[in-house]
Nanobody, 119 residues
Framework: QVQLVESGGGLVQPGGSLRLSCVVSGSTSGIYACAWYRQAPGQQRELVARIASVGPINYGDLVKGRFSISRDNTKNTVDLEMNSLEREDTAVYYC?????????????WGQGTQVTVSS
């Protein structure tokens, strides 16, 4: 089992910045990728950024050049730095981890943290 706890959400003005953090705990061995997703009201959950043990970092088209994902394996954290925030970035942001298990790959999710971009 893997536990994910997000923090850092809140209210920010358009053009501002915010940093989200996700603490990954439990059975962290076998985790092959971590990611941030978001879901706005009435919309599907979408990928924001993904960082894997191997391979390039992936960003959603809407956040490229503004957001940056990083992973600290010593602290077991995955951070999302968000700059030049827009009202359209308002959503609940979820931390995600993919782990190899006996039955196959399994996704784990955090509870989410609300980000509201408004003046």
């Amino acid at each position: 089992q893997v536990q994910l706890v997000e923090s850092g959400g809140g209210l920010v003005q358009p053009g501002g910045s915010l940093r989200l953090s996700c603490v990954v705990s439990g059975s962290t061995s076998g985790i092959y990728a971590c990611a941030w997703y978001r879901q706005a009201p009435g919309q599907q959950r979408e990928l924001v950024a993904r960082i894997a043990s191997v391979g390039p970092i992936n960003y959603g088209d809407l956040v490229k050049g503004r957001f940056s994902i990083s992973r600290d394996n010593t602290k077991n954290t995955v951070d999302l730095e968000m700059n030049s925030l827009e009202r359209e970035d308002t959503a609940v942001y979820y931390c995600n981890a993919g782990r190899f298990e006996r039955g196959g790959a399994r996704d784990y999710w955090g509870q989410g943290t609300q980000v509201t971009v408004s003046s």
